[in-house]
């Protein structure tokens, strides 16, 4: 990846960043799309550590 890539893969990012923090409707949705969190906001199995 050159500079030019990175700068524009960072640039990317901090505009997702900035649209998802807009509000918690829209963070909300992106976790559960990745499969992060259930619909209620609690975190899927995948990322649940049992002791």
């Known amino acids: 990846m050159g500079n030019k890539d990175l700068k524009e893969s960072l640039e990317s990012m901090a505009s997702?960043?900035?649209?998802?923090?807009?509000?918690?409707?829209?963070?909300?949705?992106?976790?559960?799309?990745?499969?992060?969190?259930?619909?209620?906001?609690?975190?899927?199995?995948q990322y649940t550590q049992t002791a």
């Open 16 to 45: 997702l960043r900035k649209e998802l923090s807009s509000s918690p409707e829209k963070t909300l949705a992106f976790l559960v799309e990745a499969g992060i969190v259930t619909p209620e906001g609690q975190l899927t199995e």
